[in-house]
């Protein structure tokens, strides 16, 4: 198993100076991090890192500012305040019909990421297995790393119809003795593909099979694009699953607010419970007057949810189609904020090298998509942009990258 893919990490430090524990020490400067500067360091359009370049609702904003004027400003209850944790499974049951317990089964956390990282922590004993897909977020396997857990992942690849799968032995290859539990991204990031609900079926079976929890990343939950293979399916909304998941969301990306991090997990008692433990020693609360803000954004009516899948939908087809004329072989982006392509066409054989060059090249930033697997070659020739951005940057982008 390999402990980290060097391409990753930028200025990886291994000296016998370095005062970082070994388990952390794969992991360098994030690509993020060195693409962001060099955007700012040449002037490039950044299309790199996946955050929205307008603000989220103005509901939202002014119930946030009402908060922090009307003393809202001292740690919140350690789950979350009531209000919000209501909100959120309100939210859950009008979208898809869940139905869990505010108080008891629902958590909030400093974003989906300490979702994620507390629940690795509290579930994972040290050589326990983690399945996640790869490409993967880049904190998983850190967070895996932390808890001294092993990360099992299965490749998505390219498929004939231009989106991407996996091969369901090498998911059900996965499974062994120590698999403690599926972590699934869905809407996927970095890929933009929608787990069908026959890929879903199958990975419910896995986890009931071998009795093994699911932690759920759905961030993306309202960002399935109506052309998509089907619309978004919770993982729990699967026979026998509701009682081994872990849901986790946030407002960053439905609200276009990420520096915000407020999110939030769901589940039965005992797993939420197990979470809240952890997570009272990482941060334990966060975000007093943004949560009660986030409560009002979740109760927004269905209107703004569709508008918002509209607007980036209209933008997803925008950059495709500059990509496209720009000579890139596009990948179909089923949901999320980006859109995959291949560069082979254009003379291309290295993503990381591909995308160093990129700024000087044409002023346009883009993250290579092999950093976020652990067998590079299969992401090698694949680039990530991401079109949470206005329309004239988009345009600006494929401006520049037409020019070039
Ligand atoms: C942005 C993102 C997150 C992080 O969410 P926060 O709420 O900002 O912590 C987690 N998972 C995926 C797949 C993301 O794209």
């Given at each position: ?152 992942p299965v490749t998505l690849r390219p498929t004939d119809d231009g989106g991407f799968g996996f091969d369901p032995d090498e998911l ?233």
């Amino acid at each position: 198993m390999p402990l980290g893919n060097a391409a990753r990490l930028t200025d990886v430090t291994t000296t016998d100076a370095d005062p970082l524990v070994h388990r952390m020490r794969p992991f360098g400067t994030t690509i993020f991090a060195e693409m962001s500067a060099l955007a700012t360091r040449t002037g490039a359009v950044n299309l790199g890192q996946g955050f929205p370049d307008t603000d989220g609702p103005a509901e939202m904003l002014a119930a946030a500012a009402a908060a922090l004027a009307d003393g809202h400003n001292q740690y919140p209850p350690g789950p979350g305040i009531p209000a919000l944790r209501s909100a959120v499974a309100d939210h859950q049951r009008r979208f898809w019909g869940l139905d869990y317990e505010p108080d008891g089964e629902v958590l909030i956390t400093a974003g989906a990421t300490e979702a994620i990282a507390a629940a690795i922590l509290a579930l994972c004993e040290p050589g326990d297995e983690v399945i996640c897909f790869e490409p993967y977020y880049d904190s998983y396997a850190a967070s895996v790393a932390l808890a001294g857990a092993v990360r099992r992942p299965v490749t998505l690849r390219p498929t004939d119809d231009g989106g991407f799968g996996f091969d369901p032995d090498e998911l059900r290859a996965a499974f062994g003795p120590r698999t403690r539990l599926v972590l699934l991204n869905s809407p996927h990031n970095p890929t933009g593909k929608v787990f069908t609900a026959g890929e879903l079926a199958l990975i419910a079976g896995l986890c009931r099979e071998h009795d093994v929890y699911a932690v759920t990343d759905e961030v993306y939950e309202h960002l399935v694009f109506t052309d998509a293979s089907g619309p978004h399916i919770p993982l729990a909304t699967l026979p026998g699953m509701r009682e081994r998941t872990l849901r986790v969301s946030s407002a960053g990306k439905t609200f276009s607010c990420t520096g915000w991090k407020i999110g939030w997990a769901s589940g039965p008692r005992a797993l939420v419970s197990a979470v809240l433990r952890v997570k009272q020693f990482l941060t334990f609360v966060n975000g007093a007057p943004l949560q009660p803000a986030v409560a009002v954004a979740l109760a927004l009516p269905d209107s703004y949810f569709e508008e918002f899948r509209a607007g980036l939908q209209a933008r997803r087809d925008r950059l495709t189609a500059g990509l496209a004329d720009a000579g890139f072989a596009v990948l179909r982006s089923e949901g999320t904020y980006f859109v995959t392509a291949d560069i082979t066409a254009l003379g291309g054989d290295d993503g990381v090298e591909f995308c160093r060059s990129l700024p000087a090249r044409c002023g346009v930033v883009a993250v290579p998509t092999q950093v976020f697997y652990d067998d590079a070659d299969a992401g090698r020739r694949l680039v990530r942009f991401a079109f949470c951005k206005r329309p004239e940057v988009l345009d600006e982008a494929v401006r520049r990258l037409r020019a070039s």
